[in-house]
């Protein structure tokens, strides 16, 4: 199962074409929509946390230990299998998880989007 939060205000950004973003847009709702795959929004306005920094907490299977990846200033990542450090993020994302929208709305969000942009 892949899950991914995605900062709304990301999807609103002026970067590119308009039709690159619609492409985006496109592309959000089409993954969304598959099984294995959840997607959520982080609302502008919204009031839970938000890290500062891109992060992804993996499970790479077959016994190895659960992994953290996170972005930092300078295009440089951090990486740690460390049970406290994948603790402390894996609180984080779920806490932003809390604070997004369902994944059963990211397709009416994209949508929306693509018409505001369109």
Do not use: C
């Amino acid at each position: 199962m892949a899950r991914l939060l995605q900062d709304s205000g990301q999807s609103l950004s002026v970067d590119g074409l308009p039709s690159r973003r619609l492409d985006q847009y496109e592309e959000i709702t089409r993954l969304s929509e598959l099984d294995h795959v959840k997607i959520q929004v982080l609302p502008l306005n919204g009031r839970g946390y938000r890290a500062s920094s891109d992060l992804a907490i993996l499970d790479l299977g077959d016994g190895l230990p659960p992994m953290v990846q996170v972005d930092n200033a300078w295009a440089a990542v951090s990486t740690s299998d460390k049970p406290k450090e994948v603790a402390r993020f894996t609180r984080r994302f779920n806490q932003m998880i809390a604070s997004a929208l369902p994944s059963e709305e990211t397709p009416e969000f994209m949508q929306r989007l693509e018409i505001f942009n369109g």
